[in-house]
């Protein structure tokens, strides 16, 4: 059932609740309203950046990527993923916008891979020839480093943020 501010005045014209119990009333359902899901436009925008944002640092990782070496590769994914830390914390905290602070905690865990990646090619454990793009194509037991700490990384981002959107480069990553 849907209510509308006319309803609600037209109770208090009615004399079954008073004006100021209609206007708290209304109040209070805006309130719940705005925290509940809705589909619009900007929802639809912000879903698409922030695949477009994981995208670029997981799955289109290409050779270009690779002469960065392992140093550059963990530092770009560090600093991916410390803005996106930063993005999800003002997000949440300053401007209560769970769907964008959900896209970009998705983004922490979906660099991980990458920044775990580059610092095995930093201590010496990849060589050139296996490259980040085979990640889902090849088996070999130094992914799974990148597995784990992908799911430590995605649980430690769910308990601190709450945020469930979070967790789909885990689901999607397994």
Not at 58 to 72: I, K
Not at 84 to 91: I, K, M, R, V
Not at 145 to 158: D, P, Q, R, S
């Amino acid at each position: 059932m849907r209510i509308e501010r006319t309803q609600l005045e037209a109770a208090a014209q009615r004399g079954i609740i008073s004006d100021g119990q209609a206007g708290a009333l209304w109040t209070f359902l805006e309130a719940e309203q705005a925290g509940s899901p809705q589909f619009s436009f900007n929802h639809l925008l912000y879903y698409l950046g922030g695949m477009v944002a994981i995208g670029g640092i997981s799955a289109f990782v290409t050779l270009g990527w690779e002469t960065l070496g392992g140093t550059g590769l963990f530092l770009v994914a560090l600093a991916v993923m410390a803005a996106a830390a930063w993005l999800t914390h003002y997000f949440v905290a300053e401007q209560k916008l769970a769907i964008p602070a959900g896209l970009m905690a998705a983004l922490i865990v979906a660099a991980t891979p990458l920044a775990l990646y580059g610092l095995q090619r930093t201590l010496g454990y990849w060589e050139f020839r296996t490259p980040y793009r085979s990640y889902h194509t090849h088996v070999d037991w130094r992914w799974i480093i990148m597995e784990f700490g992908t799911l430590v990384v995605g649980a430690a981002v769910l308990w601190l943020w709450r945020l469930p959107f979070s967790v789909v480069p885990v689901a999607v990553n397994q």
